[in-house]
């Protein structure tokens, strides 16, 4: 009897040591680095809220987005509320914005500014790609339960830092609807 118990005993410590044994060892594997480190085209998708992020052109991460609060359609004219469709480039970076760090879209194209000259109105412009407001970024991923944006696609402060740190002014960004 006092045999099996130390049987039974030897067994539960040896399971216990694997166990523990394997514990620390996926505590120490490095986990894969799903941070962008040049990301050469994004596309957004307005009605899935979705902007994935590229490099050499194979899919390397996709976010959760807000936009502007009037999402539907082609962005027409300033103060519509509305996310541009179509192709554009990243055209600067700033860090230091009323949002926590910005990529600039390059709308208005030649193409908008005509149609809305066309209809006696501005394009508007100052389209971005950008996090939260300053000081606001503990919100995090509630600012998704509502389009909030006059027009830009917004992320969170720790997606758009990923984001910022990876793409270079002239990177290719697809809107779609």
Known sequence: MIGDVYLIMK??????????????????????????KNITLIKV???????????????????????GKQPLGHKHFEGDNKTP???????????YSAYHKNLGISYPNKRD???????????GGLIKIHGLPNGRGKIGKLH???????????????????????????????LYK
Do not use: H, M
């Not at 809220?49 to 976010?63: G, N, P």
């Not at 500014?113 to 394009?123: F, P």
């Open 113 to 123: 500014v005509d149609y809305a000259k066309k209809k006696g109105k501005s394009a």
């Open 144 to 174: 998704l339960l509502n389009d909030w944006t006059a027009g830009c696609i917004a992320l969170t402060d720790k997606e758009i830092d990923e984001v910022y740190a990876a793409t270079k002014v002239g990177v290719k960004i697809i």
């Open 85 to 95: 469709e179509g192709v554009y480039f990243i055209d600067g970076k700033n860090q």
């Open 45 to 67: 998708y307005k009605k899935n809220r979705i902007l994935e992020v590229y490099e050499k052109d194979i899919l390397f991460k996709t976010y959760k987005i807000a936009l």
């Open 11 to 36: 067994k539960i410590t040896f399971l216990i040591t694997i166990l523990l044994s394997l514990f620390i060892l996926y505590a120490f594997i490095p986990k894969e680095d799903k941070t962008p």
